[in-house]
């Protein structure tokens, strides 16, 4: 199940800890919303509350938070996006995604 599970039962997983100050999407205006990539069936929804989640046609999904470092937007998966302000497109670093504007398709919801 990918956790842990403690002396007294409760399980622990992975995470990164909360935004207390608030400032952790400073910056993030131009990727929040619903994106979709160029050449496979995903859509990523980022929020302005620090979360996102990415959503595959087959139903898979994957869920977590996500932060500002520069100009980048990084997921807690480790991938990050770049704002291309000229096409109106997020660029992920290692060049696996690019992504338009679009939205979840009602069935993913």
Request: charge should be negative; proline fraction near 3%; include cysteine.
């Amino acid at each position: 199940f990918g956790g842990l599970v403690a002396s007294n039962g409760s399980t622990l997983f992975s995470s990164i800890l909360p935004d207390y100050d608030g400032n952790d999407m400073d910056g993030a205006e131009d990727f929040i919303g619903c994106w979709e990539d160029t050449s496979e069936d995903i859509w990523l929804e980022i929020h302005s509350d620090g979360t996102y989640l990415f959503m595959w046609d087959d139903g898979y999904g994957s869920s977590g938070r996500c932060y500002m470092d520069g100009d980048e937007l990084c997921l807690q998966s480790g991938t990050r996006f770049v704002y291309h302000a000229g096409s109106g497109r997020i660029v992920s670093d290692d060049g696996e995604y690019e992504m338009f504007p679009s939205e979840m398709p009602k069935h993913l919801r």
